[in-house]
Nanobody, 114 residues
Framework: VQLQASGGGVVQTGGSLRLSCAAS????????VSWYRQAPGNTRELVTSLARGGATNYADFVKGRFTISRDNAKNTVYLQMNSLKPEDTAVYYCNALYLSNLYWGQGTLVTVSS
């Protein structure tokens, strides 16, 4: 099983990025998938989650700016991030709960410059 996160980079305040989490060995369409982030010196925090049935949940600090979505044909989950702020700077991780097992991707760094 492998989750490959990508799409991070450096963007200016107000800009956008789209992160991808591509899976092999599991099936995203029957998984609950989440994005977490961890800023330097901080604990890892939940950003958003997408349940098997399609229900989504967002942390208050990203509501209205970030959108999680899933492409079942590509077995990939996306995190569209708009109106980025310097405080969004962090390493972003995807995880998937599949058949009662939790898997993590390796993380992708997002840096928002002011």
């Amino acid at each position: 099983v492998q989750l490959q996160a990508s799409g991070g980079g450096v963007v200016q305040t107000g800009g956008s990025l789209r992160l991808s989490c591509a899976a092999s060995g599991i099936i995203f369409s029957i998984s609950a998938v989440s994005w977490y982030r961890q800023a330097p010196g901080n604990t890892r925090e939940l950003v958003t989650s997408l349940a098997r049935g399609g229900a989504t949940n967002y942390a208050d600090f990203v509501k209205g700016r970030f959108t999680i979505s899933r492409d079942n044909a590509k077995n990939t989950v996306y995190l569209q991030m708009n109106s980025l702020k310097p405080e969004d700077t962090a390493v972003y991780y995807c995880n998937a709960l599949y058949l009662s097992n939790l898997y993590w991707g390796q993380g992708t760094l997002v840096t928002v410059s002011s």
